[in-house]
Nanobody, 125 residues
Framework: QERLLESGGGSVQAGGSLRLSCTAS?????LAWFRQAPGREREGVATANKLGTTRYGDSVKGRFTISMDHAKKTLYLQMDYLRPEDTAVYYC??????????????????????WGQGTQVTVSS
């Protein structure tokens, strides 16, 4: 069974940093981070592929950095300069098509084939 396991969530004050990790049960070429705040739709945060191509949602550009260690089957999300509006459950995800990571297609929830269970990130003001 294909699985994604997120870790690294927690509580932090505004301006602080957190690093999320996602360990997969299989090797994937393209992986993504999404987030969902209460009462809001799920939002694409960032995607990365094995070749190092990355894409970011507009709300996190310049503050978040996605990276992948393909050999370790692990995806990371370094989150700096966190804001209260970053508070959400963060999900690791596998797009249906590997090509999704070459464009912004991978930031659309409908492009996702596999979801992790999520990790909570809370940013206080």
């Amino acid at each position: 069974q294909e699985r994604l396991l997120e870790s690294g969530g927690g509580s932090v004050q505004a301006g602080g940093s957190l690093r999320l990790s996602c360990t997969a049960s299989a090797y994937y070429v393209c992986l993504a981070w999404f987030r969902q705040a209460p009462g809001r739709e799920r939002e694409g945060v960032a995607t990365a592929n094995k070749l190092g191509t990355t894409r970011y949602g507009d709300s996190v550009k310049g503050r978040f950095t996605i990276s992948m260690d393909h050999a370790k089957k692990t995806l990371y999300l370094q989150m700096d300069y966190l804001r209260p509006e970053d508070t959400a459950v963060y999900y690791c995800a596998v797009p249906t098509f590997e090509s999704s990571c070459k464009t912004t297609d991978g930031l659309v929830p409908q492009s996702i084939a596999i979801w992790g269970q999520g990790t909570q990130v809370t940013v206080s003001s």
